[in-house]
């Protein structure tokens, strides 16, 4: 069945404001390495305020991914909630720039809440320490659903992230009902253990009864099935989906389908900032499952995308990744 779009994502749009700092600085803060924390406007100021010069740039996970594909033209669309404020319109311009439709109905300039933004804190590894305001981005519901846009995707791809309020699950199921209805395919990511924590059993549910594909890391992954080591873990989750594709940092991606697991060594790169490994080895690996490549191949791309992403600053890829891809051969 032919469809418009290859691939549409849904997700938190948020503007990054990425900025090096040293261990001692996050413990002066009080702030986890290497997670997400969800703040609130205080403690969104507090941190701001506080951190070295940085550079804004339109992120959130999903669009990040839709954003990658966008660099290979393929016929994307990205659902996400902004407020038609300064950051807003960045982050608005900043996905169509990259080929992405992006119609959802902007938050009304007069409300309180602003456009999400995630402050991402680099430390000297590369290590980066997420500390999140939402804002707008947590109101999508149903509404902002498209069921002609729903229809007419060949594979959606959900954002676990967004999965913290009751509407927004709403919207995920409503998502993948029409997607799956109309004869389209749905993905999940899930974005890091913590959600996994807070929403195991409702995930569990989504992922038997509407995913087709999983994307974890090995931290996600044993969060949500358990098993006594990664293969474990791997052979467990692989029951609930027809593709589960999980990445394991330096050691590279496995995915396994149809009782096959499938190792994809790492692509070796010098990390500057982790920022968006998982939302670019996303974008790669969907940009070959859109060109019909064979499994092998679509981790191939994964990793190739990651690696670029994580040479540089910023969670958006600084090359043309189907440049990278033609070098490889893929």
Known sequence: ?????????IGNAIVDVLAKCSDEFL???GIK??????????????IYNSM?????????????????????????AFVGKVKDDQLGRIFAHDIRAQGADFTTPMVDSESIDETGRSMILVSPDGERSMNTYLGV?????????????????????????????????AAFIRAVELCNGSGGQSSLSLSDPFCV??????????????????????????????????????????????TLVCTAGAEGAYIANGGEIIHVPANSVNMVDATGAGDLFAAGFLAGVSQNKSL?????????????????????????LQELFDINKL
């Open 1 to 9: 069945m032919n469809k418009n779009y290859k691939v549409v994502g």
């Open 27 to 29: 413990i002066s803060k």
């Open 33 to 46: 390495k290497g997670i997400m924390q969800l703040i609130d406007t205080p403690r969104a100021a507090e």
């Open 52 to 76: 070295n010069a940085g550079v804004e740039v339109s992120g959130g996970s999903a669009a990040n991914t839709i954003a990658g594909i966008g660099t290979v033209g393929i016929k994307t």
């Open 137 to 169: 981005a947590n109101q999508l519901n149903v509404e902002d659903i498209d069921p002609d846009l729903m229809a007419d995707t060949e594979w959606l791809y959900l954002e676990g992230y967004l999965f913290d309020r009751p509407d927004s699950q």
């Open 197 to 242: 924590e807070r929403h195991r059993e409702a995930f569990q549910d989504l992922i038997a009864n509407h995913i087709n594909m999983l994307f974890c890391n090995e931290h996600e992954l044993l969060s949500m099935y358990g098993g006594e080591s990664l293969n474990d873990a791997i052979e467990i989750g692989a029951q609930f989906v027809d």
């Open 296 to 320: 092998e191949v679509c981790g191939m791309m994964g990793c190739i995308a990651a690696a670029e992403v994580i040479s540089s600053m910023g969670a958006r890829p600084q090359t043309n």
